[in-house]
């Protein structure tokens, strides 16, 4: 994979941006490091050996349900 620099919309950089963690990801397990990410509502560390480790727990993902955020100056 290639990463290259952009200066497009959102979603271009946010693939970009997609693209550069999985690149990292797999250098870290080529590397033989462990890899920390979430799985549910889990901070899981996965090791190379195929071992879990949890580190804590997060809150559930909240939905969006709106975008419209409106400010009032009284």
């Given amino acids: 994979m290639k990463v290259t620099e952009t200066k497009g919309s959102q ?33 899981i560390k996965r090791y190379p050996d195929g071992h879990k480790e949890v580190l804590g727990i997060v809150p559930p993902d909240i939905p969006v349900t709106s975008k419209t955020i409106k400010i009032s100056v009284e």
């Fill in 11 to 43: 979603k271009d950089r946010q693939a970009l941006f997609s693209m550069a963690g999985t690149i990292a990801v797999r250098q870290a397990e080529n590397m033989g490091l462990p890899i920390t990410c979430t799985e549910g509502t889990q901070i």
